[in-house]
């Protein structure tokens, strides 16, 4: 009878690799046999290769991290909600207690709406952290997302352009709805004519007034940059208020109104894409939130934003006299008016926070607006009114534009002169303020009635005893 066969083996036995001759592979090897040696054979680890998963389980797999991510946050939420227990929620739920958070119009936004709105921006913030160490991640499962699901990533949001002002909290977003903006709009609008609008008139006041009285309601939809100037008007209005005055007309304490309000107008800019927006209302807004904000000792946050307004601007042709591009009489001195009040942020928040300003005399041809009132323009109107002699709606405003132009030249002319003697350029700023007084004086000051006469003669004490640089 044969032998059985013996199984060969792969690798050769320890003790003929350890001497370095040719092994059978046998068990016993020959050598080891013939040596009586101990024939051992190195242990064979058969390597296992991992079955690359299907599409199916990798999206499986990538719903449920998804989940996880979800859970989280609603846990999060959860907490948070338990220990909030703050006098605004209070506030907020006394004002309307009978105000529905998911009413049955479908034009109302839900708490479905501001949770599903939530939870995408904590998505989009995850995946953006995830995307450098996986860039193809959104790509692969993002078209596995799209149509009917519960979190679907978004074509196109607010988010992006709004990256400046990050939305309100949720609990700010579901008090939309609670506070009575309807009720508050001909106040508000008749606080911002007579606080704001005097120091202020980049709006054209009559076109305005019916856009604001009609507030915000939901049954009718409005254009985003729209929501976003009303709220800003009437931010700016609650800003110019005292406590007292906002305890005795909204019934509301001016932190409360501030606070809200401030989370609004944030919320409708980034709503409206300001940073993509090209429309002038938008613009309108955005300026108008930074006066306010300016007005709340926020100069470094006005500081910041203002360059970005400039960059805008210049996007929008804003720095562009109107005339020269051929708009509408009544477009061009709206835009005047806007251009300068930027002009105006420019200045102010580099003053505080003591850098040069960005606008220069080089960077535009915008003429001063006009030294009329609202009633003398129009939209539609063939050409511009003539202008008026003596105090108008726009004259303190025309003021200030001519003195922040007066500053400008009066800086170009001192640098200038940087090389020169200190006296030759003591003399110069001197002469350039005393031609800027006479100029303001002849233009306005000596037409103008003012009803206190501090303003007017402490006024002319501001401009014609201007500090003048000593070695």
């Known amino acids: 009878m044969a032998p059985p066969l013996q199984m060969i083996n792969a690798r050769s036995c320890l003790t003929c690799r350890r001497r370095k001759v040719r092994c059978t592979r046998q068990q016993p090897c020959m050598y080891c046999d013939k040596t009586g040696s101990q024939c051992v054979f190195p242990e064979t680890t058969k390597k296992t290769r991992q079955r690359k998963p299907t599409a199916r389980e990798e999206v499986q797999n990538r719903l449920e991290q998804l989940e996880r991510i979800v859970k989280g946050i609603l846990e999060k939420r959860k907490d948070a909600n338990k220990r909030e227990n703050t006098s605004r929620t209070i506030d907020v739920a006394r004002a309307a207690p009978d105000v529905a958070i998911q009413g049955s119009d ?13 939870l995408n921006f904590q998505l989009d913030e995850h995946y953006a952290n995830e995307s450098a160490s996986n860039p193809n991640q959104l790509d692969q499962i993002s078209p596995q997302l799209s149509g009917d699901g ?20 949720l609990v700010v977003q579901m008090s939309k709805t609670a506070y009575p ?33 009609r507030g915000i309601q939901y049954s009718t939809p409005t254009a985003p940059e729209d929501t976003a100037l009303v709220l800003a008007i009437y931010f700016v209005a609650v800003v110019s208020m ?4 906002c305890d005795m007309l909204l019934g509301e304490s001016r932190d409360n109104a501030v ?12 709503d409206a894409r300001f940073l993509s927006n090209t429309s002038l209302t938008c613009m309108q807004a955005l300026v108008l939130f930074l006066v306010g904000m300016y007005a709340e000792n926020e100069q470094r946050l006005v500081w910041s934003m203002t360059a970005l307004v400039v960059r805008l601007a210049q996007g929008m042709n804003l720095h562009r006299d109107g005339a020269h591009l051929g708009l509408a009489p009544f477009d061009t ?16 928040s580099c003053e505080d926070n003591g850098t040069e300003p960005i606008i220069n005399e080089e960077m535009y041809d915008v003429r001063l607006p006009l030294n009329v009132s609202d009633d ?25 534009f001519e003195a922040i132009a007066i500053v400008r030249k009066v800086n170009s002319t001192t640098v200038s002169s940087i090389e020169g003697s200190k006296e030759d350029s003591a003399r110069d700023y001197l002469s350039e303020v005393k031609k800027a007084h006479q100029h303001l004086n002849e233009m ?28």
């Open 106 to 118: 479908p034009n109302v936004p839900t708490i479905h709406q501001y949770i599903g709105q939530h």
């Open 150 to 169: 519960i979190l679907p990533f978004p074509q196109s949001s607010s988010q992006v352009d709004g990256w400046a002002f990050k939305g309100p909290s």
């Open 181 to 213: 903006l309807l009720d508050w709009s001909p106040i508000l609008w008749d606080v911002y004519a007579d606080h704001v609008a005097p120091l202020f008139p980049l709006l054209h006041r009559p076109t305005t007034r019916s856009m604001v009285l």
């Open 242 to 245: 005292s406590s007292t005055q």
């Open 259 to 270: 606070w809200y309000l401030k989370g609004a107008v944030k919320q409708a800019l980034s």
């Open 333 to 348: 001195e709206i835009r005047r008016r806007l251009w300068w009040t930027i002009c105006l942020l420019d200045v102010r």
């Open 376 to 400: 003398d323009v129009y939209p539609g109107m063939q050409a511009l009114p003539l202008e008026r002699t003596g105090g108008t709606e726009m004259t303190f405003s025309l003021l200030r």
């Open 444 to 471: 306005y000051l000596k037409h103008c009635q003012f009803s206190g006469v501090p303003s007017r003669s402490s006024l002319c004490q501001q401009i014609q005893q201007a500090p003048i640089c000593e070695g």
